[in-house]
């Protein structure tokens, strides 16, 4: 069985940093695409990082780009994501998702949920101001 667990959420001030883990198990860690989405409170859960492990492709949204670094730990079937710079439209529940059959259909559609057949729980982060 594939299990995604997040961990690393909690509370931090403004400007403060964070690291998330996505700790994978029940596939082979090799070949795979685990993206990071988020979703605020009355908001829609959108994309925030996406790794492909088959050509090493990573991907930002804009809000997050110079803030936020997303790595791969093969040998702790470990996806992380490094959040520096918080800010409060950060705050948000985080998400990892995982394709494990095949790459992105296109680069461009990272972000999009129904690519994903994976999902975590989830870990709440909270940034305050």
């Known amino acids: 069985e594939v299990q995604l667990v997040e961990s690393g959420g909690g509370l931090v001030q403004a400007g403060g940093s964070l690291r998330l883990s996505c700790a994978a198990s029940?596939?082979?860690?090799?070949?795979?695409?685990i993206t990071w989405f988020r979703q605020a409170p009355g908001k829609e859960r959108e994309g925030v990082s996406c790794?492909?492990?088959?050509?090493?492709?990573?991907s930002y949204a804009d809000s997050v780009k110079g803030r936020f670094t997303i790595s791969s730990d093969n040998a702790k079937n470990t996806v992380y994501l490094q959040m520096n710079s918080l800010k409060p439209e950060d705050t948000a529940v985080y998400y990892c998702a995982a394709q494990i059959r095949r790459p992105l259909l296109l680069l461009t559609l990272w972000a999009q949920q129904g690519e994903y057949e994976h999902w975590g729980r989830g870990t709440q982060v909270t940034v305050s101001s």
């Open positions: 790794f492909s492990s088959y050509d090493g492709t990573i």
């Open positions: 029940g596939f082979t860690f090799d070949d795979y695409v």
